[in-house]
Every structure is written in structure tokens, then in C-alpha cells.
């Protein structure tokens, strides 16, 4: 390891179980050298794995819904006692869709759910970089990303409403990216990320066969979970400083291609 984040503060959101993304980054940036408070919903602390890991991380849990304004001006202000500074880096992990959970067709969404959707998934960024932007809780130079997909671009029929809200997602990095870039010089990116076996992502229906679809597709395959967190402590780092407002794909090639032979079956 080479502690490419030693003296680094940071938020983690989304860190449900072990099979996170954001569980792998609070591992990783462990190991590099970050110190570092973990946060999620109330309802997921239900489950208490995340005790697992900070506990591992030496870190510690601060509630927050990313739909409430006053859980995220309590979580900036407490981490940035806790860690006794200013915050260097965020992890916003999160994502969920009460229609894709209730198997609604996408032709017949329910809007109070197509509201929660976007609302945590994608809005839940701009209430983070308010928040943060409003107490001025970032270094200059920090570094937020946020996990994306690329059915924000190309049509994933069972991905259902999750598309605009990845859509809105990565507009908000662009937009808060230069307000708050011009402001403290602080990087918004979002990666767009291959399919990954995680609580959220397996709940999409027909996960499995586009899981291994995109795999095949792929010249590398699938990026996992950890090569994931590999990535996420890059842009936390030092040596990405001029990257921002982009939508990074980490997909092992898949946004490039057209056509895979060994997914096609010759003519005779
Ligand atoms: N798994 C994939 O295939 C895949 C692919 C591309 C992008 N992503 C994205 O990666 C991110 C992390 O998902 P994951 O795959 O690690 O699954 P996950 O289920 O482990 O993580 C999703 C997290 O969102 C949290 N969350 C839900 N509602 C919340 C709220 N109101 N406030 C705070 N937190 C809330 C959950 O508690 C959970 O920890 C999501 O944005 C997801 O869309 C996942």
C-alpha cells in the first residue's frame, strides 16, 4: 500500500454490507491512510454490519437520510469535529427505486415513487454539495464522486426509472462541478460503473443475464466492487487534481463497444 490518502479526511455514504461499493472504498481508503467517518440511512443502520466495518476502519457512524437537509448539515458538522478538520473527499453511494422494488412496469411508474427515486438516488447529491458548500465544510482541492451507470446514456429497459435519476445524477456532478470548482476549487465526478453483485444492484430485475452480458461484451470484463474502490481512492487522491465535472466510465471497456464476436452466433 502506499498511503496515497495519509492526513485525508473523508465522508463514506452507502456502505450497507460487505458487498457494497462503498464497503470496499472505506477498506481501501483505510489502508491508504484516510481517516474517515461512515453513513447511511437510519433504516439501514437496522441491519448492523456497518458496525463491522467501522469498527475495522477505526471509524465512526454518523446517521443521515440523503433526503434530509438536517441529518446532512448534522453529519458535516459533527465529522468535521470528529476528524478535527475540514472534510478532503465524500463518497456519495447510493441508490434506490421504489418502482424497480415493486416490479412496476416502466410504462405504468407510480409518480410518488419516480419522486423518492430521484430524490435519493440523484438529488440526495445536490443536497450533500449544499450542505457542504453552505458550512464550507470541504478543503480546497476535495474531491466528491458519486456511482453512476451507464443506462443514463443507453437504453436498460429493466433499469426502469434508475436511468433518469443516474441521468440527473451525473448532470448535478457537471453543474455543481463548476459552482463549487469555481468557488474552492472542489472536483465533482461521477464513475459510471459496470454491473456489480450488491443489495441494490441485484434487485434489478434480470440482473444476472446482463450482469454476464456485459462481461462477455467487455474486453476486460466486469470491473468489480474492489477495482471500484481502487479508482474512487484515486480521485480521492493528489494525482487527479484537474479532473472534474466528468463522467468517468470504469466498465472494463463496455461504453466502447459495438459488437463482441463471441456474443454473436456466425451466419451459416
Ligand atoms: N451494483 C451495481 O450493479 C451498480 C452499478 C453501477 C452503479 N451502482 C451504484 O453504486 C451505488 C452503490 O450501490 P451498491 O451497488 O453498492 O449497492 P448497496 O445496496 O450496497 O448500496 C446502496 C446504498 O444506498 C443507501 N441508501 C438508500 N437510501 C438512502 C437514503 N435515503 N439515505 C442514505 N443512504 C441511502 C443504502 O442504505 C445502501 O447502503 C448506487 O448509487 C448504485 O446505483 C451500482
Not at 419516480?114 to 443536497?127: G, P
Request: a neutral charge.
Amino acid at each position: 500500500m502506499t498511503q496515497i490518502l495519509k492526513g485525508k479526511r473523508g465522508i463514506i455514504f452507502g456502505a450497507l454490507d460487505e458487498q457494497s461499493i462503498a464497503w470496499k472504498v472505506a477498506e481501501r481508503a483505510y489502508e491508504e491512510g484516510a481517516s474517515f467517518v461512515l453513513t447511511n440511512a437510519p433504516i439501514a443502520m437496522r441491519m448492523g454490519e456497518i458496525n463491522k466495518l467501522a469498527e475495522k476502519c477505526n471509524a465512526q457512524i454518523i446517521p443521515a437520510d440523503a433526503t434530509v437537509d438536517d441529518d446532512l448539515n448534522n453529519l458535516f458538522t459533527k465529522a468535521q469535529e470528529i476528524l478535527g478538520g475540514k472534510i478532503d473527499f465524500v463518497l456519495h453511494s447510493i441508490g434506490m427505486s421504489p418502482n424497480v422494488r415493486k416490479a412496476r412496469p416502466y410504462a405504468d411508474l407510480n409518480y410518488d415513487f419516480f419522486h423518492k427515486t430521484l430524490d435519493v438516488s440523484a438529488m440526495s447529491l445536490h443536497r450533500v454539495l449544499q450542505a457542504a458548500h453552505k458550512q464550507d465544510a470541504l478543503n480546497e482541492w476535495g474531491s466528491v464522486v458519486a456511482l453512476s451507470y451507464i443506462a443514463a446514456q443507453r437504453t436498460f429497459p429493466d433499469y426502469s426509472d434508475m436511468a433518469e435519476a443516474k441521468a440527473l445524477l451525473e448532470s448535478i456532478a457537471r453543474s455543481f462541478g463548476y459552482h463549487y470548482g469555481k468557488a474552492k476549487k472542489v472536483r465533482v465526478n461521477t464513475i459510471s460503473q459496470s454491473p456489480t453483485w450488491t443489495t441494490a444492484g441485484s434487485g434489478v430485475p434480470g440482473f444476472k443475464e446482463f450482469f454476464n452480458y456485459a462481461d462477455t461484451m467487455s474486453p476486460l470484463g466486469n470491473a468489480s466492487a474492489l477495482d471500484c474502490a481502487n479508482y474512487c481512492i484515486t480521485l480521492f487522491s493528489d494525482f487527479t487534481r484537474m479532473v472534474t465535472m466528468q463522467n468517468l466510465f470504469h466498465d472494463g471497456g463496455f461504453s466502447s463497444m459495438g459488437i463482441n464476436a463471441s456474443m454473436v452466433k456466425p451466419v451459416e
